[in-house]
């Protein structure tokens, strides 16, 4: 494999991430670069989803080698922009991160810090796998689209949590407070729905209060949602929330940061390649924290398709070779 010296990075800086601490730290991040001997070109993405039309022209034009210096937010949207490039070949695409968000959840499955000196230090280690990709076809107010994520993606009470965090940092509020005030917030405008849920050939139909489809293990600024989800196994892990009150909520609240919260009889785990979510109502979804708005979702698995930089193994399990780099 390429060593980072040997190849020019495509950074590509989001600097409203993290509350604008992307504005704040660019010529930090820069001069890290620099010091650390990693040969890069600078993108700035100026507005929502311009990171994906970055990414597509950059990889379009022949880009093999990206840099996400952003929150999961910006990693969705690049991730989205590599899929969507012209005549893109993914597995030849390799995708590292410095993290500069609010909750950069991705990170910690791939025990990646949230420091930009030792990501950077990572990314010349150059450890590579080849993660898994979730593709969701969104069918809302009779328009279809697709959308990719790379970690969760979260249907009912999740989406809205996910709504309202995004529209804390939009007035630049930053922190765990995020994720606390949009949950507790949520929980007073949200009502759980009759769903029916379709994983492969099984449906079963529960009362939804949420369900989260998981590559990674994390989302929330930490809480462990799915926590048996492994992004190397070419399968989903689904964690099925049932209608649960208020109090139920709060006992299990510190088990949402353990994942023992899936032992309340409320809860229930799955695993999968294909599902299909639907309802009456349509239902809210989000993907890696961006809002998908309310409609059916079917959420497929792409597996082994993204190559990406990773720094510690302590989420992913004894890592196969088939994943270490495949061709």
């Known amino acids: 494999m390429p060593k980072s010296e040997e190849i020019v990075w495509q950074v590509i800086l989001n600097p409203h991430a993290g509350g604008g601490k992307g504005t704040l730290d660019k010529n930090k991040i820069e001069h890290l670069l620099r010091t650390s001997d990693v040969p890069y070109h600078l993108s700035i993405s100026l507005y929502p989803c311009h990171a994906i039309e970055l990414a597509r022209e950059l990889v379009s034009s022949g880009a093999t080698h990206l840099i996400v210096a952003g929150g999961d937010g910006t990693l969705n949207e690049v991730v989205n922009g590599i899929f969507l490039a012209d005549q893109a070949s993914h597995h030849e695409i390799t995708l590292g991160m410095i993290p500069v968000g609010t909750?950069?959840?991705w990170i910690k499955t791939f025990g990646i810090p949230d420091n930009y000196q030792k990501?950077?230090?990572i990314i010349n280690e150059y450890k590579t796998v080849m993660q898994d990709v979730g593709e969701i076809t969104c069918r809302i107010e009779g328009q279809t689209s697709k959308r990719y994520f790379v970690n969760i993606a979260g249907f009912g009470f999740d989406a809205l949590v996910a709504k309202n965090a995004?529209?804390?940092?939009?007035?630049?509020i930053t922190g765990?407070?995020?994720y606390i005030q949009s949950l507790f917030s949520g929980y007073l405008t949200?009502?759980?729905?009759?769903?029916?849920?379709?994983i492969d050939d099984t449906s079963f139909n529960v009362n939804l209060f949420s369900a989260s489809v998981g590559i990674g293990k994390f989302n929330g600024g930490g809480m462990m949602q799915v926590p048996e989800a492994n992004p190397l196994q070419g399968l989903f892990?689904?964690?099925v929330i049932r209608k649960i009150g208020i109090w139920g909520i709060l006992r299990n609240f510190k088990g949402l940061y353990s994942g023992n919260f899936v032992k309340d009889k409320r809860v229930?785990?799955?695993t999968g390649k294909e599902i299909e979510i639907t309802s009456p109502i349509p239902m809210p979804g989000e993907s890696d924290g961006e809002t998908l708005g309310?409609?059916?979702f079917t959420i497929s698995i792409i597996a082994h398709r993204l190559r990406v930089i990773y720094g510690s193994d302590k989420f992913l399990g004894k890592v196969r070779p088939e994943v270490l780099d495949c061709q």
Do not use: E, F, P
């Open 294 to 296: 309310n409609g059916t």
């Open 119 to 121: 990501a950077i230090d």
């Open 268 to 270: 229930s785990t799955h």
């Open 103 to 105: 909750g950069n959840d």
């Open 237 to 239: 892990h689904i964690t």
């Open 190 to 198: 949200y009502k759980s729905r009759h769903t029916k849920i379709t």
């Open 176 to 178: 765990i407070r995020v």
């Open 166 to 172: 995004n529209d804390l940092k939009s007035k630049d």
